[in-house]
C-alpha cells in the first residue's frame, strides 16, 4: 500500500470550492453517483469512496533493536502513523459527500466512511412496500395534463432508477411500453408506431420532441383581428 499523505490545506480548499448544483435523493443516486465520480477522480480522492485504499490498521508489529550481548526481543505492537493520516483524510471525504446529500435523503446515512456513504442501499432501502409503491408508480404512469414530454420522461426515469437502485430493475423495453401506454391523447398517433416497434426507453426522448414540436407548429393561432361592433 503507497504511503498517505495528509491533505494540505489548499487542497482542502480547492475541494470545499466545488459546488455540485444537485443534492442526491433516493431516486436519484445513479445519476448522483454518474456526476460525483468524475469529481473525486480527478482530485485523486476515489480510492477512499470505492475501497481501494482501505483503512489501515491502528497498529503494526516491530521488532525492536537488540542491544549487544542480549537476545533479539520479541516484536511489539506500535501505532501505526498511517491510520490517523487516513482517518482524517476520510472524514474530509465524507464531509464533501455529506453537502451533496438531501434533508430527506439524510435520514438513510448509515456507516462512519465516506465508502458506507458511497453504497446506495443507505439511499434506497429495499423493503417490500418501497418496492411495491415504486413499481405502482411505474406501473401506472400517465402524462399530466400540463407535463411536457422531457418531464413526462424523467418522472418515468426516476422511477426506474430508484427501482434499479433498490436491486429490482426493470426491462428497457418494459418501461418504454408504459411510458407509450401513459401518454395523453394527443400523442395517440405516436402510440400506434411506436408500440409496434417495440423502441427503447431512450429512444423516446428525441421522438417525443419532435411530436411536440409538430403538435405546436399545427395548433391553430388565433386572431389576431377584432370583429366589427
Known amino acids: 500500500m503507497a504511503t498517505l499523505v495528509a491533505f494540505d490545506p489548499k487542497e482542502k480548499t480547492t475541494h470545499n470550492s466545488h459546488k455540485f448544483g444537485f443534492t442526491l435523493t433516493s431516486t ?3 445519476y448522483w453517483k454518474s456526476m460525483t465520480t468524475p469529481f473525486f477522480i480527478t482530485n485523486n480522492l476515489f480510492g477512499y469512496v470505492d475501497g481501494s485504499v482501505p483503512c489501515p490498521p491502528t497498529t503494526v508489529t516491530v521488532t525492536p ?4 550481548d542480549h537476545p533479539i526481543p ?4 506500535s501505532p501505526n502513523p498511517q491510520h490517523p493520516i487516513w482517518v482524517v483524510n476520510d472524514a474530509h471525504i465524507r464531509m464533501l459527500i455529506l453537502l451533496t446529500i438531501s434533508e430527506t435523503s ?3 446515512v448509515q456507516g462512519t466512511t465516506s465508502r458506507d456513504l458511497w453504497l446506495s442501499r443507505a439511499y434506497a432501502p429495499h423493503t417490500a412496500s418501497r418496492e411495491y409503491t415504486l413499481k405502482t408508480q411505474l406501473l401506472r404512469i400517465e402524462m399530466k395534463p400540463d407535463e411536457s414530454s422531457s418531464d413526462y420522461l424523467t418522472r ?3 422511477y426506474a432508477t430508484a427501482l434499479a437502485n433498490i436491486g429490482e430493475p426493470m ?3 418494459d418501461i418504454a411500453m408504459l411510458v407509450v401506454s401513459g401518454l395523453r391523447e394527443e ?3 405516436l402510440k400506434t408506431t411506436t408500440l409496434s416497434h417495440q423502441l427503447a426507453f431512450n429512444e423516446l426522448h428525441a421522438l417525443f420532441a419532435d411530436h411536440e414540436y409538430m403538435l405546436k407548429k399545427t395548433a391553430p393561432v388565433a386572431s389576431l383581428l377584432k370583429p366589427f361592433t
Open 65 to 68: 533493536t537488540p542491544e549487544k
Open 156 to 158: 418515468a426515469q426516476e
Open 106 to 108: 439524510f435520514q438513510y
Open 74 to 77: 520479541p516484536p511489539i505492537a
Open 187 to 189: 400523442y395517440n398517433g
Open 28 to 30: 436519484n443516486y445513479g
Open 171 to 173: 426491462k428497457e423495453k
